[in-house]
């Protein structure tokens, strides 16, 4: 995972994982601070089932909150605030490590004439959502995203200025490099639980 500035191209490197990312089910809070991922690592006696739903500080991968999914059919989610989430899988799946104390996952349902958005909290009342993301919502307003201004070719990514291409970083020469999230608290020298994607070397690249 690459943490990218678009405003100044500015890059931090951080974690490989060795399973299979899903990038059209993740999402990044809009503050930047949380990442939801959904991935695909074929353990299906395992406590992620084959798949799971994480969230992490970016760059890292390292779990705050998991969510076993068991297959590939839906999983994966989006932030709807820099402290709101949802999670695409079944509404009595829980989070199995419990770290995102800051966080609140939140439900849609049917929207009803008191709760217009159909966004809930886990005791079915209304979620706080700004004021922009309800008239999004409400309104049905189609979110382009700023990423259509930049495009990836052989390993480059660049930013399109009109018809032209100009590149902004060559990822060609990366290779693997363990990394330690600086917020994992885990001793180095034994499994702690409760249990994340990177507590088995094999899970790692």
Not at 54 to 76: C, E, K, M, R, V
Not at 102 to 107: D, K, M, S, Y
Not at 188 to 203: A, N, R
Request: net charge negative.
């Amino acid at each position: 995972m690459i943490l990218w500035n678009a405003e100044n191209d500015t890059f931090e490197d951080g974690q490989w994982l060795r399973h299979k990312v899903y990038p059209e089910r993740c999402s990044i809070s809009p503050d930047g601070k949380h990442f939801m991922y959904f991935a695909l690592d074929g353990k299906w006696d395992s406590e992620t089932e084959g798949s799971y739903t994480a969230i992490s500080h970016p760059p890292y991968f390292t779990a705050l909150a998991l969510y076993p999914q068991g297959n590939t059919w839906d999983g994966g989610g989006v932030f709807v605030g820099n402290d709101l989430y949802i999670v695409n899988t079944y509404p009595d799946t829980k989070d199995i490590i419990g770290r995102a104390k800051n966080l609140a996952r939140v439900f849609q349902v049917k929207p009803t004439r008191q709760i217009a958005t159909g966004i809930v909290l886990a005791d079915g009342s209304r979620a706080p959502l700004s004021r922009e993301l309800r008239l999004r919502i409400l309104e049905g307003d189609e979110w382009r995203s700023p990423l259509d201004r930049y495009d990836t070719q052989g390993g480059v990514l660049y930013r399109r200025e009109g018809l032209e291409l100009r590149p902004i970083r060559d990822f060609t020469e990366m290779s693997f490099e363990p990394i330690r999230a600086p917020y994992d608290t885990r001793d180095s020298e034994e499994v702690v639980k409760p249990w994340h994607p990177l507590d088995q070397e094999e899970g790692i690249e």
